[in-house]
């Protein structure tokens, strides 16, 4: 059974950092990508950042602008997101997303596998 786990969440003031990480288990298949999205109270589910399994490829949602990194650990078959310059904006539950297909990996549809989520709240 495919599982996968994140963690790293938390609370941090205006302006900090977190690193969130995310484990996929239980896979008899090698991802064809990962991805990261997250959800305020009382909104819809969106799009964060997405890396396929190889590393070569990253897309990011423009709110990202710049202050958050997606990258893959194979070894570890971990995906981690890296949340620099932290705004309150950014109050969430964080999920993470495996996908065995390729396709539009924007949308919430393209994974078949998901987190159980991890909290990041942004606050002073």
């Known amino acids: 059974q495919v599982q996968v786990v994140e963690s790293g969440g938390g609370w941090v003031q205006p302006g900090g950092t977190l690193r969130l990480s995310c484990a996929i288990s239980?896979?008899?298949?090698?991802?064809?990508?990962m991805a990261w999205f997250r959800q305020a109270p009382g909104k819809e589910r969106e799009f964060v950042t997405a890396i396929t399994w190889d590393g070569y490829n990253r897309f990011s949602t423009q709110f990202v602008d710049g202050r958050f990194g997606i990258s893959v650990d194979n070894a570890k078959n971990t995906v981690y997101l890296q949340m620099d310059n932290l705004k309150p904006e950014a109050t969430a539950v964080y999920f993470c997303?495996?996908?065995?297909?390729?396709?539009?990996?924007?949308?919430?549809?393209?994974?078949?596998?998901w987190g159980q989520g991890t909290q990041v709240t942004v606050s002073s």
């Open positions: 997303a495996a996908t065995a297909r390729s396709g539009a990996l924007r949308f919430v549809s393209a994974y078949e596998y």
């Open positions: 239980g896979h008899t298949f090698s991802p064809y990508a």
